[in-house]
């Protein structure tokens, strides 16, 4: 993947999982694999760690979810 491209892709998951719920439309296993990709990337330190935190926030949603389901 080129550095244009990827970078491209983190803007676009960052404005995303900023933006989504457990209970949206599109499932929270595709935004999984798409974190997934973009991590196995050739990243430079600032997007390793851009990365980093959406598989956080991404972590989050997935535990309030289970959460959720539970209920």
């Known amino acids: 993947m080129n550095h244009r491209q990827l970078e491209k892709d983190i803007e676009h998951l960052e404005q995303i999982i900023s933006h989504i719920s457990a209970e949206d439309r599109i ?9 997934e990709l973009v991590s196995c990337a050739a990243l430079v330190p600032a997007q390793a760690t851009r990365v980093k935190r959406l598989d956080a926030a991404l972590c989050a949603l997935e535990k309030r979810q289970k959460t959720w389901q539970k209920t």
């Open 27 to 35: 499932p929270l296993s595709y935004w999984r694999n798409r974190i």
